[in-house]
Nanobody, 119 residues
């Protein structure tokens, strides 16, 4: 199992930026597909973005495409989510996740970090 700890959340005004980090321990993340998910109050958890083992391939949900960017630094065992042009509807708890395969369910999860977009 790989342990994941998210950080970087907070309060930001609409149009602002944040960078979330996900620090991994226990295993090297170079063996894991990494993803970000979010859960807004009263809603189901939803997929945000994912990145392949070496970072060659990324996938985004339509709602964040062009505004959020996922990246990884395997040497630092860390994954990032750069969030630009934030909107109130981006308000949610953001979770980092990992899986060994290129497809299938994510089975390693962090505790989440809260992002609030409000004026």
């Amino acid at each position: 199992q790989v342990q994941l700890v998210e950080s970087g959340g907070g309060l930001v005004q609409p149009g602002g930026s944040l960078r979330l980090s996900c620090a991994a321990s226990g295993r090297t993340i170079s063996n894991y597909y990494m993803g970000w998910f979010r859960q807004a109050p009263g809603k189901e958890r939803e997929f945000v973005a994912q990145i392949s083992w070496s970072g060659d391939y990324t996938t985004y949900s339509d709602s964040v495409k062009g505004r959020l960017t996922i990246s990884r630094d395997n040497a630092k065992n860390t994954v990032y989510l750069q969030m630009n042009s934030l909107k109130p509807e981006d308000t949610a708890d953001y979770y980092c996740a990992a899986r060994r395969g290129g497809i299938g369910k994510y089975d390693n999860w962090g505790q989440g970090t809260q992002v609030t977009v409000s004026s």
